[in-house]
């Protein structure tokens, strides 16, 4: 593997490269290109570019030239990145890097690998049981609560208990209603920034207030970091335990990058999640049998508390995730820039040119899936395993150096919501029910998925 002091990083300062024309596609509209038929319904564009201009097409999202690439063999060669052509860094940079400097997902190669080394501590399986411990009440309560209703909106239901969850776990906040609400206010206003046109920092302006958030999120965690620091960082969150990481060296890590992680982190765990259940209860909600089947098959778990063990036997729970994020994948486009000039699809592709990656297509290939668009978890099945027809055929966590660090986390912390939610209700979609689905900026049924609850 070349190390990154070998690779030329002049590509970090390059211009988009826009000598795109020799390649199928249209650039759309002139600015916008075709970003309202994205925000309208990426599927739905993505599979036009497909059939009209083939994998690999010219596309303008968002002020941005670039391709729309698709395909599992494509995929491979983007994610896994063996000869270094692909940077995420510059890939993400102009629609993230103001708002979410220095994450994670924002560096490329050895500056990458140092930093997720960092990090990597709080997502092993003894960290993974404490945050297991931590969540729990937090769900059985919010659980409870949701039966005094008997219809609800799912996803605010689910995002507010998701945000409490990632106060425990991630920040280690006790005083929820005072702090972690705070801290989700300033996150709707830096991410309301992320759709913003004018980036211009004026007082009352969608960009101004995003920039305002962040600089007070930094203060936040800084005075958190000092605190934890002072008192030794007792706690078992991850924000204690990137206070307590230390280098190759043993020395403690600067705060700058552990407030930039943590900032980044929160921003990648929380709509993710949200989303991902969000389809799942939809789904669910719609198929009775399908409902009983999984209470039948998460009923030995109980009474309680579940261990990690306990989580990972879940597999047709698992699955039933999946098969939700296979259809509606919470990250729906993924970005990378290239560094050299390469070849793809037996098309020239220029050093610098930004790739947008809709993750959804592969995941409904009908080389790779059966009846591709039909919502049936047992194609994960140990009989059946179609997600291995190709190793990028299914990827709702990404794949290779920047696949989803909270993958775990995030796949305990859904099924220890279903063992709950399930054994608590039979919960019912409207009859009928086929609502819109919003695919950017956050896939979700764009009603909120209403739900009919009564007791299990
Ligand atoms: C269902 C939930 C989730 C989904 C579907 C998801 C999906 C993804 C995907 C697709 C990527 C890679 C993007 C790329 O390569 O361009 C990613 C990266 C990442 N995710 Fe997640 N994520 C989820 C939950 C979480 C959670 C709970 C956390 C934190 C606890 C988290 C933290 C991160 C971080 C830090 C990265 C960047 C990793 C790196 O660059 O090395 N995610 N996620």
Not at 95 to 105: K, M, N
Not at 263 to 274: E, N, P, V
Not at 383 to 402: I, L, N, T, V, Y
Request: charged share 25%.
């Amino acid at each position: 593997m070349t190390a990154l002091a070998e690779v030329d990083t002049s590509y970090r300062q390059a211009p988009d490269a826009l000598d795109l024309g020799h390649i199928p596609g249209n650039h759309g509209l002139p600015v916008l290109g075709e970003t309202l038929e994205v925000l309208r319904d990426l599927h739905a564009v993505a599979v036009r570019h497909l059939r009209e201009y083939g994998p690999v097409s010219r596309i303008r999202l968002a002020g941005q030239g670039g391709l729309l690439v698709m395909g599992a063999e494509h995929f491979e060669r983007i994610f896994h990145d063996p000869e270094q052509c692909f940077s995420a860094e510059k890939g993400y940079d102009r629609q993230l890097g103001i708002f979410y400097p220095r994450g994670l997902l924002l560096m490329d190669f050895d500056e990458h690998r140092a930093n997720r080394r960092m990090m990597q501590g709080a997502f092993k399986v003894p960290a993974l049981q404490r945050y297991i411990a931590m969540m729990q009440p937090v769900i059985e309560r919010h659980v409870r609560e949701w039966g005094r209703d008997e219809r609800i909106i799912f996803y605010p239901r689910i995002k507010q208990l998701l945000l409490e969850i990632g106060a425990r776990c991630f920040l280690g906040i006790e005083d929820f209603e005072r702090e972690a609400v705070m801290i989700n206010d300033l996150f709707l206003d830096l991410n309301a920034g992320l759709v913003s046109v004018l980036r211009v920092e004026l007082p009352f302006g969608a960009f101004g207030r995003a920039m305002r958030a962040r600089r007070e999120l930094e203060r936040w965690c800084r005075a958190m970091i000092a605190e934890r620091r002072r008192r030794g960082a007792a706690g078992e969150d991850v924000l204690s335990q990137l206070c307590l990481a230390t280098d190759e060296e043993g020395r403690p890590y600067d705060v700058k990058p552990i407030v930039d992680h943590i900032i980044f982190l929160l921003f990648a765990a929380h709509d993710t999640s949200t989303s991902a259940l969000s389809h799942l209860a939809m789904y669910v909600g719609r198929d009775t049998a399908m409902q009983d089947r999984l209470r039948e098959h998460l009923a030995p778990f109980g009474p309680g508390p579940l261990t990690h063990t306990d989580l990972s036997r879940m597999d047709f729970a698992q699955h039933c995730l999946y098969e939700a994020m296979r259809l509606h994948p919470p990250v729906p486009m993924a970005m990378r820039r290239t560094i050299r000039p390469i070849e793809l699809d037996g098309l020239r592709i220029p050093a610098h040119t930004v790739l947008h990656l809709p993750m959804m297509m592969n995941q409904r290939d009908p080389r790779w899936w059966t009846e591709p668009d039909a919502f049936d978890p047992d194609r994960f099945a140990s009989s059946r395993q179609e997600q291995k027809r190709h190793a990028m055929c299914f990827h709702p966590f990404g794949s290779g150096a920047h696949k989803c660090i909270g993958m775990f986390f995030a796949e305990l912390m859904v099924k220890a919501f279903l063992w709950q939610f399930v054994r608590s209700y039979r919960f019912t979609v409207p009859p009928g029910y086929a609502p819109r689905m919003q695919w950017v900026p956050l896939p979700k049924p764009a009603d909120g998925v209403p739900l009919r609850l009564q007791p299990a």
